[in-house]
């Protein structure tokens, strides 16, 4: 079982930067692949990003390619999303989700976090 809890959401102006953390409980952290989605108001959870237990492999949503990065630190146990030069289509609230290998789809992660919002003013 993994608990995840994300972390630094918040009102940010359009061109502006925010970086997400989550934070996974357990020992076991290295063994997932990590994902982050999101989901606006009326609309489906979409795939933004994901990374490989080792961090090597990365897959980004082509709406954000170029302005996000995922990253880990499997010694902390967290997963960030740096999201630059952000949009008002931004705006959502931002979920992690582990899973067993790095996958563009919600059905690819077994465990997700409470979710953070983000609000890109414009």
């Known amino acids: 079982q993994v608990q995840l809890v994300e972390s630094g959401g918040g009102l940010v102006q359009a061109g502006g930067s925010l970086r997400l953390s989550c934070v996974a409980s357990?020992?076991?952290?290295?063994?997932?692949?990590m994902g982050w989605f999101r989901q606006a108001p009326g609309k489906e959870r979409e795939f933004v990003t994901t990374?490989?237990?080792?961090?090597?492999?990365?897959y980004y949503a082509d709406s954000v390619k170029g302005r996000f990065t995922i990253s880990r630190d499997n010694a902390k146990n967290t997963v960030y999303l740096q999201m630059n030069i952000l949009k008002p289509e931004d705006t959502a609230v931002y979920y992690c989700?582990?899973?067993?290998?790095?996958?563009?789809?919600?059905?690819?992660?077994?465990?997700w976090g409470q979710g953070t919002q983000v609000t890109v003013s414009s």
């Open positions: 990374i490989g237990q080792s961090g090597y492999t990365t």
């Open positions: 357990g020992r076991t952290f290295s063994t997932y692949a």
């Open positions: 989700a582990a899973g067993g290998r790095v996958a563009g789809n919600r059905n690819g992660y077994d465990y």
